[in-house]
């Protein structure tokens, strides 16, 4: 099964953009990078997914290396709410797959004021 | 539109007992999942259900266990607790078992054994 390697910690200021590490140097041809993130006393939320191409949503950017290997979540201006915990996880885009959901421990961003 | 809703909320147990966990996905709904996340620990995957059939399991003893219903809503079920069970239960749900089909998840259910 395809792991995913972040930085524990990571501390940003506010406004300022944010580049977000995840390694998956064993990631399949037929895995989906996803990324989430956890707020204090909640449960995770969906940031952002891709497969090959970088993508641009409201919340974030997704930069993917051309291999595959890795990939970055950009904030582009972060703010007090971004603090939390992002999670990075591959998914198998072949349907049906019993491939096992690693979530990883994730890297935690702090932001300061 | 209502989100993904756990039941009960805190539960307290004692070691040895038995403890069920309710999960109801957002309407349309077909997958859920459960994961643990201990104190200050990543989501641990449990189990997944589609349409009512378990799809894949984490590697966990088989006291834990669970169930979906023909509603989609599921259960999950930990026998024999132990005091290494006191966690966060999370549930999550989808639209269908495609990969990039984002997962939403609910408040939690705070586990603790004692």
């Known amino acids: 099964d395809a792991k995913t390697t972040q930085p524990n910690s990571m501390e940003s200021n506010e406004e300022e953009p944010v580049h977000l590490p995840c390694n998956h140097s064993?990631?399949?041809?037929?895995?989906?990078i996803h990324w989430y993130r956890q707020l204090p006393s909640q449960g995770p939320e969906y940031v952002i997914h891709?497969?090959?191409?970088?993508v641009n949503n409201r919340m974030a950017s997704l930069a993917i290396a051309e291999d595959r290997k890795s990939s970055t979540l950009i904030l582009h201006r972060a703010t007090l709410r971004d603090a939390a915990v992002y999670y990075c996880?591959?998914?198998?885009?072949?349907?049906?797959?019993?491939?096992?959901?690693?979530w990883g421990l994730g890297t935690s961003l702090a932001v300061n004021p | 539109e209502a989100g993904v809703t756990q039941s009960p909320t805190h539960l307290i147990k004692t070691r040895g007992q038995q403890a069920t966990l309710r999960c109801s996905p957002i309407?349309?709904?077909?997958?859920v999942y459960w994961y643990q996340q201990a104190l200050g620990l990543g989501l641990q995957f449990l189990l997944w259900?589609?349409?009512?059939?378990?799809?894949n399991r984490g590697n966990f003893p088989p006291r834990f266990s669970g169930r979906q219903f023909p509603n989609y809503s599921s259960e999950l079920n930990v026998n024999a607790l132990e005091l290494e069970d006191s966690a966060l239960y999370l549930c999550?749900?989808?639209?269908?078992?495609?990969?990039?089909?984002?997962?939403?998840f609910g408040p939690g259910t705070r586990l603790t054994v004692l």
């Open positions: 064993t990631i399949s041809g037929t895995d989906y």
């Open positions: 259900y589609d349409e009512g059939e378990e799809r």
């Open positions: 996880i591959l998914r198998d885009r072949r349907a049906g797959n019993n491939r096992k959901l690693i």
């Open positions: 999550a749900s989808s639209l269908g078992t495609a990969p990039y089909n984002e997962q939403f």
């Open positions: 891709g497969l090959t191409s970088n």
């Open positions: 309407s349309g709904h077909t997958s």
